[in-house]
């Protein structure tokens, strides 16, 4: 499997290699961390009732709200290889309170408004916030995993610019 940062960033092998390869044990921690938390096949889920399609539709919003086209454009095609789950495409567009997003389950709703809390204002977020996502129908580790996972997308997303704009220097 291609590299997901190298692929956000639109590097080459030997772009890859310049400005990844002095740090490999990051980049293959990155690509595991990726791996476990998004996985290809939906018999890898690990949590169960957090289902692929709603962990990709998470990273796909997580990525539009950090205003990155590529990144949006990877976990759109990803999400879009699930046909049962093609509503969940319009959700990424227009968040929880408009358009598509007034459609979406109580549960698809309270998990997009916390993915547009954490990354616009990840430090007002409160216990209020947590017992929403339970009262939705959330469990904690499924919680837990919608965290770290808009927390994964933005590292990526800072990852990839950083290195858009190094391989501009190569």
Request: charged share 20%; net charge negative.
């Amino acid at each position: 499997m291609t590299d997901v940062i190298d692929a956000i960033s639109g590097l080459d092998t030997a772009q890859s290699v310049a400005l990844r390869g002095h740090r490999p044990d990051v980049v293959s921690s990155a690509q595991a961390s990726y791996e476990a938390l998004l996985p290809q096949s939906l018999d890898a889920d690990p949590v169960p009732g957090f289902a692929l399609p709603t962990r990709l539709l998470v990273a796909a919003r997580s990525a539009r709200l950090e205003h990155s086209p590529a990144a949006l454009a990877h976990y759109s095609e990803r999400l879009s290889a699930h046909p049962e789950q093609s509503a969940l495409l319009a959700f990424v567009e227009s968040g929880p309170d408009r358009g598509a997003g007034l459609l979406a389950s109580r549960r698809e709703r309270a998990i997009l408004r916390h993915v547009e809390l954490l990354v616009a204002r990840p430090a007002a977020t409160t216990a209020s916030d947590l017992d929403a996502l339970t009262a939705a129908g959330l469990t904690p580790a499924e919680i837990v995993v919608l965290s770290q996972i808009v927390a994964f997308v933005s590292f990526q997303v800072r990852i990839a610019h950083g290195l858009t704009v190094l391989k501009g220097t190569l």
